[in-house]
């Protein structure tokens, strides 16, 4: 079999990965050096900068490499920046289930997509060399995603419930840990002992989450285009926006009650796309509509269900309600 062609030179994978690292310098180092909660304007402000550095780097490709692999990192970009919304569902339940105060829920968001970065490349130079000698898996992949869309559609309404799961019973077994907050510390010291407060905790989490949803999004965008370089940046450009539009979106993911419709929608047809390689070729901007209007539809129907359904009244506490607690704010 051909070896896979890209158009990436050293080059530009070095200069590629310096602006990447430029950024997020930035990012931690000036804009976000001190602990503070993320308004929605800020997130907006950084979403748009985010998706703008995205469409200008897709406008440099078009200009120097033709319609083509312009067509195919920006189809690759809106799989992975629609499959990333997923990851938002699970944050939002994490850093509700720990209480992770929204003025620390930054830094961890920073260090674990940091940390998914790195996975990430990993996994993409393992799945095109994969991809390369067994054209086969070709087809592993296309199965793969139709049963995860299928998943995705029959558990769309299921609750998730991320910290109770097997990673985090493993971790408090294994890491010590402590209940308590050490303003945006990782790890503190209690009577002598080294703890990992809860943001550790989230962060293994978050970690753990992108593992699983890299498993989705990266055989993904096999379905577009292999070229190591396109499959790379697209990637990178939708986690690196990942931050901003969580804290755009968390307040307002319950409004989205179609979404992982849409979602489940696109990995069955992109699985389906796979599946079908060697008989049905479909062109970047074939598959690009598509990805558009099943996403587009399932936003669209989301928001006018919102807007017709009545907002729920709050109910009057009863005598036995007025003697509990009130609950710890995050």
């Not at 019973?169 to 907050?181: E, H, L, N, Q």
């Amino acid at each position: 079999m051909d070896s896979i062609q890209t158009i990436g030179s050293p080059l530009m994978w070095g200069g590629f990965i310096a602006f990447v690292f430029a950024m997020l310098a930035l990012d931690l180092g000036v804009f976000h050096r001190k602990a503070h909660a993320i308004s929605f304007k800020e997130a907006g402000a950084w979403s748009a900068v985010w998706v703008s550095l995205a469409l200008t780097f897709n406008a440099v490709l078009w200009w120097r490499y033709g319609s083509g692999p312009g067509m195919e990192f920006l189809t690759g970009y809106l799989i992975e920046k629609s499959l990333s919304v997923d990851n938002i569902f699970v944050f939002v339940v994490i850093f509700t289930a720990l209480k992770i105060p929204a003025l620390y829920q930054h830094r961890v968001l920073f260090w674990g997509i940091l940390s998914a970065l790195v996975l990430r490349a990993a996994m993409i130079f393992a799945g095109v060399a994969m991809l390369e000698r067994f054209h086969w898996l070709i087809y592993v992949f296309g199965a793969f995603l139709i049963l995860t869309g299928v998943k995705l559609f029959i558990q769309r309404n299921a609750e998730e419930h991320p910290e109770d799961g097997w990673l985090m019973r493993t971790a408090r077994r294994v890491i010590p840990s402590t209940p308590k907050f050490d303003g945006q510390h990782f790890l503190t010291v209690e009577n002598g002992r080294k703890l990992a407060t809860p943001l550790l905790m989230a962060l293994l989490l978050v970690e753990a989450s992108d593992v699983l949803f890299a498993l989705d999004s990266i055989p993904a965008i096999f379905a577009v285009t292999r070229d190591p370089f396109i499959v790379f940046t697209s990637n990178i450009f939708a986690i690196l926006g990942l931050r901003s539009l969580f804290f755009l979106m968390a307040g307002a993911m319950e409004k989205f009650t179609y979404l992982k419709v849409g979602l489940s929608g696109v990995l069955i047809f992109v699985g389906a796309k796979m599946a079908l390689v060697d008989v049905v070729h479909l062109s970047p901007a074939v598959s690009l509509g598509v990805i558009g209007l099943v996403l587009g539809a399932s936003i669209v129907a989301s928001l006018v269900k919102a807007r017709n359904t009545p907002p729920h009244e709050p109910q009057a506490p009863t005598p036995d309600d007025a003697k509990l607690p009130s609950a710890t704010k995050a």
